[in-house]
């Protein structure tokens, strides 16, 4: 009777693992991405859940359920049915539950970025939970050494490790609610202010390395010669010792420029995304309805902002690369795409969420020439 009983178990547990691999699958494949042709509200259909919220519960859960499956396959006596309860129980809540909060985090209220960010750090909970699942033994034996610490001839990582991965890939959405909408635009922006201080340091260098106005003939014949090299394998050039095509004063003039809106991006998130509310609520969700044709709301001008602050970074690069060719007529070009851009990005918020003017506004009136 015992034996039947363990081997009916057995059945149930395998049974229950491939209900799971499935599910994991679908949500994986069934989730959308949240793409501005879907970024939009429905008024009739309101929610009081936070999907912040519900992504939080749903990940400590799925933590917590994956620690105890870690636990069971690993030590003596192996029990199917325990297993069997905890796969149970995450197929029931956690894991449609986390699907659900991908769903309900649209762009229209929680802005692209949140949107994506969520689906992204959600789908990497799928993913390493699967192969966790994958290292459930099914043969009614606990895991061996070699399959808990992914030692010897054992593919893959080990149960162990599976299990770190899950748990670091469940903080990174239950940390979204902490972060909030503010805290994720702070971060973002943060980062593209570095890739522009990168970008500036480096315009830096390259002019120091060329700038050598004292050089003597055997230099200059030097200087030809390794253009000439640096022409036939693609290397960085310089700006040559004449400068009739006024690359330096181009250069100077872009330093000075890229330091403006460097600061402007310190301004925006002093100013303006360090004010902003943690997570969305009710109040702001109300704020963020379009008042008219020309004054956007909350959401739009975040997402307007952040598609700015991303692309500044990227023709940046492009206005370097022109640099290093020497070509003034590109440098011109991505000179003003890259100004005009940060403009933008300005005018975007020149007043604050209560569309009063402030210490930006004034800020920006000075520097109105750019």
Known sequence: MASMKAEEDLSALKATVRTITALIKQLQATTPAITPATKTTNDSNTTVVDALNLAHDAASLIRAHSTKLSLLIINKPFTATAITTVLRE??????????????LCTAAKYTQAMSEELQ?????????????????????????DDAKNGTGNIEGKG???????????CDGVTALKGLGVAGLMIKKAE????????ALEELQEWGEEGSDEDESDDDVEEDEAQAA???IFGAQRHIPVGDSDKIRPRLESAQKRLRLIITMYTAVIKRRLKT???????ELLSEQKVKSNEEPGTVERLDGLLDIMKHIPEVTDELASAFYDLDGEEIDKRMDECFLQGFAAAELLLKNWESQTDEFTTWHALKKGW
């Open 159 to 169: 149960s162990l490790a599976s299990t770190g991965v899950v748990w670091e890939a």
């Open 229 to 231: 090299v640096d022409n």
């Open 191 to 198: 980062e593209y202010k570095d890739l522009l201080k990168d």
């Open 120 to 144: 992204w750090r959600a789908k990497k909970i799928f993913i390493e939970f699967g192969a966790l699942v994958k290292t459930i033994p099914l043969d009614g034996e606990i895991l061996s």
């Open 276 to 282: 902003l509310p943690q997570t969305p609520n009710a």
């Open 90 to 103: 995450l197929v029931t809540g956690p894991l449609p539950g986390l699907a659900s909060s991908i769903q």
